[in-house]
């Protein structure tokens, strides 16, 4: 078994690398593939590390007789990529039953930003249109209500998959308490992310959203409680002991 520093240490660095190769996946794997499947050309790519306090973002030319259907891909593209890779991965750990644990991290952990900047491009884009959304919103591919409804659903699905992905995980680490814990105090990540995203003036996101973003770890609380902290509480009252 790893120890618990090196799981840690191992967990935090795999994070923040692969945080970044999401942003890749996004960018080149979704909106590069198809301007160059339509016959367009890439003229430019920035990958932020700093994401999402600053967003990456891409260049490209297409050719005038471009269809706005074909362009709606092209937009869409990038959340495309980034859902097909982070439910990938999550079907992988899901039935993969031996995996050398350096590698479960790094799919989890693709999966997980892969995700969420899916998501988070639906439900933000959905109360307040932008980036990728807005122009689809445009083009008539999407409706504000129709975003926020796709993110919502997809959220839900993945929140389910990679909680249970991440509580095996840190069980084969850390006793099944703190393992659960842990799994509580993960998706407090998402408020972070949003407040990370406030600090920049130019997104022009409302704060008033923001205690929408503990929904998450509120509920993987409720759901790590009842499933396992008040069983381990009822196993360690000696007045649930059954007599023989």
Same mark, same amino acid.
């Not at 644990?101 to 799919?107: E, G, I, K, Q």
């Given at each position: 078994m790893q120890g618990r520093k090196a799981f840690l240490a191992v967990f935090m660095v795999v994070g923040f690398a692969m945080k970044i190769v999401a942003e890749f996946v996004h960018?080149?794997? #979704?909106?590069?593939? $198809? +301007? !160059?499947?339509f016959g367009g050309e890439i003229t430019g790519l920035y990958i932020s590390v700093l994401w999402p306090y600053k967003l990456s973002y891409i260049g490209w030319s297409l050719p005038s007789g471009v269809?706005?259907?074909?362009?709606?891909?092209?937009?869409?593209?990038?959340?495309?990529a980034s859902l097909s890779?982070?439910?990938?991965?999550?079907?992988?750990?899901?039935?993969?039953?031996k995996i050398r644990?350096?590698?479960?991290?790094?799919?989890f952990w693709l999966a997980f930003w892969t995700f969420v900047n899916s998501t988070?491009?639906?439900l933000i884009g959905g109360l307040k249109p932008f980036g990728d959304v807005d122009?689809?919103?445009?083009?008539?591919?999407?409706?504000?209500?129709l975003s926020f409804?796709? #993110?919502?659903?997809? $959220? +839900? !699905?993945g929140f389910v998959a990679l909680s249970w992905i991440l509580r095996k995980m840190l069980m084969e680490v850390f006793p099944i308490k703190v393992a659960s814990l842990g799994l509580v105090f993960f998706w407090l990540i998402i408020?972070?992310?949003?407040?990370?995203?406030?600090?920049?003036?130019e997104r022009e996101l409302q704060a008033a959203y923001l205690p929408l973003t503990f929904i998450p770890a509120s509920l993987s609380f409720f759901m790590e409680y009842f499933s396992v902290l008040s069983k381990q509480e009822a196993g360690t009252n000696p007045d649930n002991i059954a007599e023989e």
């Open positions: 960018e080149i794997c #979704g909106h590069g593939l $198809f +301007v !160059l499947l269809t706005p259907v074909q362009k709606a891909w092209v937009y869409g593209g990038g959340v495309v890779v982070s439910f990938l991965a999550q079907i992988f750990l899901l039935v993969k039953k644990w350096h590698f479960a991290l790094t799919l988070g491009y639906f122009e689809l919103i445009k083009l008539g591919a999407l409706t504000r209500l409804a796709i #993110g919502l659903t997809i $959220f +839900v !699905l408020p972070v992310l949003i407040v990370v995203m406030l600090a920049n003036p």
